[in-house]
Every structure is written in C-alpha cells, then in structure tokens.
C-alpha cells in the first residue's frame, strides 16, 4: 500500500513537472503572448484608466495592439515606460514591438524596422486662446515646450528656436494653462484631445512648417516573421475601417 502510495505521488510529480514544462520552456518565438512597449502618455493613442483594453491601458494603440495579438493567437501584454527608453527595450529584448504613436524616422529606422503606417499626423501648436501666434515663424521669440524626445522637439530644434523640453504632454501643457510659456509643439491628434480636455487653449496649424508624420509599429531589426504578422493584422485593420473607427471613437471619448 505504502509502495503504490510512493509510486503515485511520483506519477503526479512527474505529470505536474511536464505541464509545467510545456507552460514555460517555448522560447520567445513560442512564447503565448506578445508584448508591446508604449509610453501610456499620448491620449487618445495610449492612456492609463482602470479597465481599459489591455488591463489598466487603453486607447487606438491599445486596442491595435489587443487585436494584432487575437490574430496571432497570443494575450497582448502593455510595458509601459518612458518613451526614449521604447527602443533600446526592442533592441534588449524586453519587449517585441513598440506601439507609441511613434513617427517613421530615418534615424529611427537605423536601429529599428518598422510596420505599415496605420495613421497620419503632424505638428501641430498649442497656445492660450488669446495668443498672437498664427504660424511656426511667430514662435521666434517666444517661450516654446516641447515633450523630450517626441518628433516635435527634433522639429523645433532644426528651425533653430530655444525651447524647453517636459516628460509629459500633461506637463506641458498645463504649463501653458498656467501662463508659463506660450506655445507647446506636439502631434495633432494628442493636440486635440488635450484641447478639448482644458479651458482657454486652442490649436495653431502650419501646414507649410510642418510635414505630415507617419505612425508605424517598431519592430526589433530583422524581425520579418513578427513583422510580417503585424502588417497583415494593420492592412486588415486600414481595409475594414476599424483603424478609422478606433480614431473617432477615442478622440471623442471624454
Ligand atoms: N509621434 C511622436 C514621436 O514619434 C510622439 C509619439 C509619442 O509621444 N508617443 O516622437
């Protein structure tokens, strides 16, 4: 009785150590999920709120993110950082692809690959309502914020302006609600949701300072597999609309 007692308890041991096993020995390419890197600061693309798409994140990236994983079969999983950390993530392996409303760049592409563009967008400048400013040249002399790292602040930086840079769009602008500076250089679409969320701003365009700026998901460089996966999941997404429905609804989302 004892010796058939021993000999089960081996048997369980052993079918409870296989499980396991198979639960966590694929490696990274048959890894059950695929996680994205982003910076959860760039409404209406990705945002922190409680029960959003993928546990407490939400937005168009968000949601891209969640159905590029139900296409691949895999649990789409957020890392969330500081955005000059999202390629240097990529490259570490800590991450196997990066959603962050993150512009094509040539220097970006140096050191990573990027997906099909899913969304157009281009600087834009927030100012107080009563502001004097109408175009990029009237920022010359005036007290501009960028957010670091963010296109924005590369376009500034070449038309040769002083400015001072923010961790955060929120920052920056309620450094402009406050009176602080005069002018934040940021993508139009985040631009627009920050309006609408605050009194006495609005949005400044100069189509001719600034070019359109493409977002495209980043994979690490010569990640064809993943990468072909993911333009197959976006060109669904352009063809059916749903990129454009996601943009409506998390731009009018209070
Ligand atoms: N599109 C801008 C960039 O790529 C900002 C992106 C972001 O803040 N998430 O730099």
Do not use: H, W
């Amino acid at each position: 009785m004892k010796k058939l007692k021993k000999v089960l308890v081996a048997a369980v041991a052993a079918v409870v150590m296989m499980t396991s096993l198979t639960a966590c020995g694929g490696g990274a390419a048959e890894s059950s999920s695929i996680v994205f890197g982003t910076n959860a600061e760039f409404p209406p693309f990705e945002f922190v709120t409680s029960g959003g798409t993928i546990g407490d994140y939400d937005g168009i990236d968000i949601a891209i993110a969640k159905q590029i994983g139900d296409e691949m079969g895999k649990e789409a999983q957020i890392n969330n950082m500081e955005f000059d950390s999202l390629l240097i993530a990529l490259q570490n392996g800590q991450v196997d692809a990066v959603i962050a409303g993150m512009t094509v760049t040539d220097e970006r592409k140096e050191s990573v690959d990027f997906s099909i563009p899913y969304y157009t967008a281009t600087q834009v400048m927030i100012v107080k309502d009563d502001s004097d400013i109408t175009k990029a040249s009237d920022m010359e002399d005036k007290k501009i914020v960028v957010i670091q790292g963010y296109t924005g602040e590369t376009v500034v930086k070449e038309m040769g302006y002083s400015y001072e840079s923010f961790k955060k769009g929120t920052e920056a602008v309620l450094e402009l609600v406050n009176g602080k500076c005069d002018v934040v250089v940021i993508d139009s679409a985040t631009a627009s949701k920050y309006v609408k969320d605050n009194e006495g701003i609005k949005i400044v365009e100069d189509a001719s300072a600034f070019e359109a700026e493409e977002y495209a998901i980043a994979v690490k460089k010569g990640n064809t597999e993943l990468l072909n996966q993911i333009n197959s999941s976006i060109q669904k997404m352009l063809d059916d609309g749903t990129i454009s429905t996601l943009s409506v609804k998390y731009l009018d989302e209070e």
